[in-house]
């Protein structure tokens, strides 16, 4: 009964590969995002998704590709992995409120996924 | 360029006495701040949020203060208990910000028995 799942929980991979984490939530929400927790513990919007379109997409390199096949799933492709990449990326969902802002701005977050690059 | 900053990373207080929280902003156009409580190895939880139209909100031992003109928030837990040791985020959004919600670094709280 997991609201917001991440897989993989742990990846460690070399320098230069292609790697995909996925999230899926069962909240019935219809926004969903990526974060980035780095080295220095902040936690950074990447990307953010409304009813599978895209609404946020922070200065990220374009190695990052988000995708949305349907409201409940958000993944997060990444190619040609740089050590920089390593963090803890945390998947999000909430829900818009009827008056088009979020229903009090609650996110409701993944477990986190630990990406290391070698 | 930090818009939500946590000072303390870290702060240990005695359990049954008052935890106090600080965040400061810069950005004004900020309306809507919220706190984040994460465990290890767990995504952030929600705890508790204030609208920029007030300057106090409760939730049982949890309270959060907002002073707009200084660009600072608190959040109050009291009494301290054990199960309150965590990383608390202080975060922010803005009106017609895509809610985007902009965090601070985060300070690590320990209660000791």
């Known amino acids: 009964d997991t609201a917001v799942s991440q897989t993989p929980k742990y990846l460690v991979t070399q320098m230069g590969n292609d790697k995909s984490i996925k999230c899926e939530q069962n909240?019935?929400?219809?926004?969903m995002y990526w974060y980035k927790q780095d080295s220095k513990k902040f936690l950074k919007i990447m990307f953010s998704?409304?009813?599978?379109?895209?609404?946020i997409n922070e200065t990220v390199p374009n190695r990052f590709s988000p995708k949305s096949p349907d409201k409940a799933h958000l993944n997060l492709h990444i190619n040609s992995l740089e050590l920089g990449d390593s963090a803890v990326y945390f998947c999000?969902?909430?829900?818009?409120?009827?008056?088009?802002?979020?229903?009090?701005?609650?996110?409701?977050f993944g477990p986190g996924t630990r990406l290391t690059v070698l | 360029d930090q818009q939500v900053k946590q000072n303390s990373p870290s702060l240990s207080v005695q359990e049954g006495r008052i935890s106090i929280l600080n965040c400061d902003y810069t950005?004004?156009?900020?309306?809507?701040f919220l706190w984040y409580k994460k465990y290890p190895a767990e995504g952030p939880t929600f705890l508790i949020s204030?609208?920029?139209?007030?300057d106090k909100n409760e939730d049982g031992r949890f309270t959060v203060f907002l002073n707009k003109s200084a660009k600072h928030l608190s959040l109050h837990i009291v009494p301290s208990q054990p199960g309150d040791s965590a990383v608390y985020f202080c975060?922010?959004?803005?009106?017609?910000?895509?809610?985007?919600?902009?965090f601070g670094q985060g300070t690590r709280l320990t209660i000791n028995p």
């Open positions: 998704y409304n009813n599978k379109e895209l609404i």
């Open positions: 975060a922010a959004s803005e009106e017609g910000g895509a809610q985007k919600l902009v």
């Open positions: 909240l019935g929400h219809d926004t």
């Open positions: 950005n004004s156009m900020f309306d809507y």
């Open positions: 204030i609208s920029s139209i007030k």
């Open positions: 999000a969902s909430s829900q818009w409120g009827a008056s088009g802002r979020l229903a009090y701005n609650e996110q409701f």
